[in-house]
């Protein structure tokens, strides 16, 4: 009976301890959660992959050093959550411009396959994208799309009707080039707010 | 004769599962992953434990006595295989993956080990139990407002959410009906003494 | 037939965990006192006899509904404990289980309604306590629905053991109901009166316990992720088939005093006919649903299920009722019953019941139920059913329970306290009654000067009625504590 009791409650606080860090402190279920717990907790280096924009020009990470960018990744095609994404890049942009802080956004196109510079140039024309502050790119090739992706976790499965389901998020990367923060598309408004933390 | 055709079949289709082709197949849908390969190994555990619970029990009673021991380490691996994040942890990361090939089927040995031992009352809670947090998972799946799980799609966590529905009430219907048609050794005399530990099965 | 219900060796009672059903009785009488005052309070409020702010008004409400239906729950549980235990073999530490699980769910009940403020009735109906308005926060909401759980993870357990005694003693389920008996007529084991009830109350509300299990930790998740929203009517569905057939088993429960303890006063066996058996396993299923007819204002429901309701609002109880009231009154019937305090109040809960289940039977016509649900129709009936009879019971069950050997005849403050207990009771029923038919509105905290009268009214029996219990809880209680202490 003894060695019972002290066996099970053995296993229960093991159990406990476990399942406290499963769930990073009962904080998170999913590992969706997780990840921007983990995010917020320690910044995390994105790779410098090389992009190209609606027009052929290459983009890089490095080019906003100094600047807070928020990343979002869509597909030209999406009928539903990347329109969304895009309406709120629009307000975003509106109070990037309102508000004068020193930050980009910046959408990145995970459908290589669809996705050209005339699909990108008409995403951004109907949603207003302005060159200034909002900018349109895809990644050159697969490996470095996969590179891209892993280091934002962002994973995109077909939808079986030709189209894709992915994780959409705003994705806060700070002017020293690290991922800081993961925002619900709703959350604009503390997407903003991260932004603005940047600036002393 | 049986329990030994259900100990073999029981390797071959751990081995079955665990191999890379089949492996894959299963964990393509949220439905064949938690519904199919999770409960396999689960059983296919409690059948390999259960041909050699005299041995595996020997001079370790004292240990697991009412089989609390045994119950409480099933309940935390199954608790953490219930996190959407270890499922996605399982599909994307290598160590989640082999550390769900070896905990489930040792939770579903333990509970074999465990389960004759339980006190009746203790079996009649669990399986209340179950069937109501069957149906709250249920609900978690068809109205979470996003995805649960990245790796999945949201078609797939609305039906696991409808089977696990139809699966509660189905349980809760065969738990109920147990009920109605057991023939447990009847006790006739009213005995003096209290029941509750080291009841038999 | 069991040995132990036959006449002469029910003298010398004692049942595993003696001292939780004591305890129990004695915590069933402060409550019932406290949550009548609380009550008396409401009505006077409404009466304008005194002044209390509306929020202070629905939190007295919510407390009153699960004080009393937590109450009703708990004593009943324990009178079938108490009397189950003479025909089977029930472990006493578990009932100890069932008391203390109840005792701190009621800690944070109170605590969750007079420090948190939570003032969203006893339904605790989806959606109600995740948007107060401001009036309590999340954190109190979910201490009330996490009281709740505890005293539902309580009856659990208690009704899992019970159902285990049971098949241990009776093979199964289907023996313990009397289907042999019911089906073919004969049994050679046939269960006494008590098991079958406690069977047929273990599958009914078991599964009323597994699904409010389901809906309040629902609820639980809802308040604290609000875009986990749960279909409303599903909802309601599921937390009145909870708590509908929760209320009904308290009452079941306690009629098991009088299968037990009448037999005792006429020296004849409650006899086990077949149409006892058939009402009792017509009102495992009927129970489940009768609770519709609390959604027969809900114009989405589905009609059938609706019609369905209002036949069975119509049938459930009744088998049962009219098989019970008829025995009673042929056991009753030139037996010369010695008219004491236990008996007097177990007949008085006998007819309470009846009487009560009538204003619910016209409730549960669609075309009545759509003019009167909202009003104090409908407090009318279940006060009626509630107050003179599950409150009857219990007390005829504790006045039983402490007698002092002879059978003491009817007199004294005794009678006193009953009479004045029955009239206040009845007077207090009848006008909640009296104004639902005049369609004063239920769950009003400020009543319009017409209806204060009433209101007036209502109050004065009410007090009468408290009187009345005080009265005869008085001596009960002094007893019970003494013998707890011996």
Known sequence: MRRTLFATCLVLAFGAAVLWWATSGLRAFTAETARRIAVLASPEPIPDVELVDGSGRSIRLSDYTGQAVIVDFIYTQCPTICVSLGDNFGRLQERIKADGVPAKLLSISFDLAQDGPRELSEYARVHGADASIWKLARPRNAGELRLLLEAYAVIVLPDGIGGFVHNAALHVVGPDGKLTGIYDLDQHNAAFLALRSFIK | MTERLAFYAAVLILVTVSSSPVRLLLEQSLVSHLLIQMPALVLCGWT?????????????ESFNVGGATGLSFALIVFSFWMLPRSVDGSVQNPLYEFAKFVTLPFAGASLALSWPKLPPLAIGILKCNLVSMMLVLSWIYTTSPSRLCN???????????????????????????????GTTTIVRRKSATPIGSGGRE | MAQANAPGTISAPSCPADGAVKLTMLLTVAVLLLMMAFGLTMRMAQGALIQIDPTIFYRLMTAHGIGMVGIAGMSGSAIMWYFLSRHVSLAGWVFWIHLGLFVVGVVAILGSIFIGGYAGAWTFLFPLPAISGGVWDVGAAATYLIGVILVGVGFLVYLVEVGRAVIERYGNFANALGWPLLFSGKQDDVPPPTVIAAAAIVVFNGISTVVGAAVLIISLINLYLPS???DALLAKNMIYFFGHVFINASIYMAVIAVYEIVPEYTQQQWKVSRSFVASWNAVVFLVMAVYTHHLFQDGVMPAWALVMGQIISYASGIPLLVITTFSLLTYLY?????????SALLVTGIFGWSIGAVPAIIDGMISVNNIMHNTQWVPGHFHLYLLLGQVALTLGFSAWLTRTG????????????FTIYLLGGMGFAIVFLVSGASSIPRRWATHLPEWHLQDQVGSLFALAAILGVGIIVL????????????
Not at chain 2, 48 to 60: F, M, S, T
Request: charged fraction near 20%; proline fraction near 1%.
């Open chain 3, 334 to 342: 030139r037996s010369g019953i010695r008219w004491d305090l236990a």
């Open chain 2, 151 to 181: 790796s999945y799609l949201r078609d797939e966590q609305d039906m696991l959410g409808q089977i696990v529905a139809v699966l509660a009430i189905g349980l809760g219907c065969l738990f109920g009906g147990s009920l109605f048609c």
């Open chain 2, 48 to 60: 390999i434990a259960r041909r050699h619970r005299d041995a595996i029990n020997r001079g370790r």
């Open chain 3, 475 to 486: 001596p009960i209680t002094k007893r019970l504590v003494l013998s707890m202490r011996g």
């Open chain 3, 228 to 230: 986990f929203t749960l």
């Open chain 3, 406 to 417: 002879v059978h003491a005849s009817l007199s004294g403050w005794n009678a006193r306290g």
